[in-house]
C-alpha cells in the first residue's frame, strides 16, 4: 500500500517537530507548517529524504556554517528563509 498525500505531509509534519535538537524542532515545524501543502510531491519526496539527515548538518547547513550538497540546496535555501533569527539574529 502506497502513503496518499494527505498522509505523508502529516508524518512529514510529526517528523519535523520531533527533531533531536530543539532548534531543529521550531526550524522544520514552522516550515513544515507553512510549506508542506504547497509543495510539489517530488519535493515532498525529497524533505523526507532530508530528515533522515543528521540534525547537526541540518542546522550547519541552514545556518551557512557547511555546504550544501547539491540535492538539497533549493529546498534548504525554502527552510533558510525562514529560520531568520533562529539560526542567526534578524
Known sequence: ???DRVMMIKRLRMR???RGIKEMD???SA????KLDGLS???????DTLLTENDHDLYGWI????AV???YRALIAQISALAEGVTRPA
Open 16 to 18: 519535523s517537530m520531533r
Open 63 to 66: 545556518g551557512g556554517q557547511f
Open 1 to 3: 500500500m502506497t502513503e
Open 26 to 28: 521550531l526550524i522544520l
Open 41 to 47: 510531491d517530488a519535493d515532498l519526496t525529497l524533505y
Open 69 to 71: 550538497p547539491e540535492r
Open 31 to 34: 516550515f513544515a507548517e507553512a
